[in-house]
């Protein structure tokens, strides 16, 4: 389990440095082009807090990149029928073409590495990861946080 947590940890540092390299003549970081996917690809408009829990990250950083991605036109706002101070943040038309950049700019890599180690290996991991974010979220979540 130490390997695989380690493994972890060092392809999160690999992704995230290369992600801000691939990104950054769009005026994107790893992390922005991270919050960016995390309201494009959710179902539904999200709260700064609950982008924060899925991506594992505090809500003051999390709300610090959603303000500053809300200056630059690539996230809006609007009311949250649930949570009156609790916005829901959405991607506007620009964060929408931000992020397809952002996931261009990367596509040679993301090839490489499906060509390389290929997608059944890929999904089985995928599916192993986030079988261990579930056990770590349920004996260290407290209920109200499922």
Wanted: hydrophobic share 50%; aromatic share 4%.
């Amino acid at each position: 389990m130490r390997e695989l947590a380690l493994a972890i940890f060092e392809a999160n540092g690999r992704l995230v440095s290369a992600g801000n390299d691939l990104v950054a003549h769009l005026g994107l970081t790893s992390a922005w082009w991270q919050v960016l996917a995390a309201l494009r690809y959710s179902p539904v408009p999200l709260a700064v807090a609950s982008i924060a829990r899925n991506m594992g990250l505090t809500r003051q950083a999390v709300q610090r990149i959603v303000d500053l991605l809300a200056e630059r036109g690539l996230v809006a706002f609007r009311p949250n029928p649930h949570h009156r101070r609790a916005k829901l943040a959405i991607l506007t038309p620009a964060g929408a073409d931000a992020l397809l950049g952002a996931e261009r700019a990367v596509a040679s890599l993301d090839q490489a590495i499906v060509d390389e180690i290929g997608a059944a290996r890929i999904r089985e991991a995928t599916a192993t990861i986030q079988a261990m974010v579930r056990v770590i979220s349920d004996r260290l979540d407290g209920p109200d946080d499922h």
